[in-house]
Structures are given as structure tokens and as C-alpha cells.
């Protein structure tokens, strides 16, 4: 069985730490041990772990990749979000989490990140337990 979370983004780019809703789907299935599989469809949008303690990470990654990838540019995605595509493969659209005894085995700092990059949208995260 694949759950999902929906989630609404507010601004053209956010990262927003889903690692309690994942949890929280975690605790509901009730796996002890295994791999928990997070995933985006979405072509504009990625997934990523790091730090979630100091919001000043997220911030920062943000900021360095509106530098690396700036909105305007010589693009030729006609949509005109092409930024958001790049930055979408850079992040990836997946990552996989151990469970371990009932719970992600994250490290002390590691957040789960829904990464939005063409907002503001409605977005899906899928997750799988196996
Ligand atoms: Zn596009």
C-alpha cells in the first residue's frame, strides 16, 4: 500500500520538514524493520534529507541554489520554469530512510524535506513501506 501526503506550498520555492508526518504514516503501518521509500512525481519539486535542527540549512541551501540556478536565464523550457526543473534533479525525487526497531533511522540532525521550487501548488508525496 502506497500513503500519501498532500501538502501546500506557499511560496515559488520552500523546504518543508515532513519528517513527523512521515512518522506518524510510519507509526500507522507498523513496520518494525525495513525501508521506507519517500517519492515526488512532480517534475518541479524534490525531496531531500538534511539538517532540520538549524533552519538557517534549509535557508542556506535555498539561497545558494537560486544563485546556481537563477530564474531568469538563457532557458529554452518555453513554460518558463525552467529553474525549478534543474533544481528538481539536483535535489532528486526520492530517498530512502531505514526503519529500525518501529522507527526512521535518522541521524541525530536529518530531516525529511518536501523541496517546492514553482510554487505556490498543492503537491503529493508518496510513501512506501516495505
Ligand atoms: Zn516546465
Redesign the pocket.
Known amino acids: 500500500m502506497i500513503s500519501t501526503i498532500s501538502i501546500r506550498t506557499h511560496n515559488r520555492s520552500e523546504m518543508i520538514d515532513i519528517t513527523s508526518m512521515v512518522s506518524e504514516r510510519l507509526q500507522q503501518a507498523g513496520l518494525q524493520e525495513g525501508v521506507c521509500h519517500i517519492y515526488v512525481q512532480h ?2 519539486a524534490g525531496i531531500t534529507i538534511n539538517e532540520g535542527a538549524d533552519p538557517s540549512v534549509a535557508a542556506d541551501i535555498q539561497t545558494m541554489l537560486d544563485t546556481l540556478v537563477p530564474w531568469e536565464g538563457p532557458y529554452r ?1 518555453l ?1 518558463g ?2 529553474a ?2 534543474i533544481k528538481s534533479s539536483i535535489m532528486g525525487s526520492s530517498v530512502a530512510v531505514l526503519v529500525e526497531s518501529g522507527r526512521l533511522k535518522l541521524g541525530t540532525w536529518q530531516a525529511i524535506f518536501f523541496c517546492e521550487f514553482d510554487g505556490p501548488r498543492s503537491r503529493k508525496v508518496y510513501i512506501k513501506f516495505q
Open positions: 517534475t518541479t523550457h513554460e520554469n525552467a525549478a526543473h
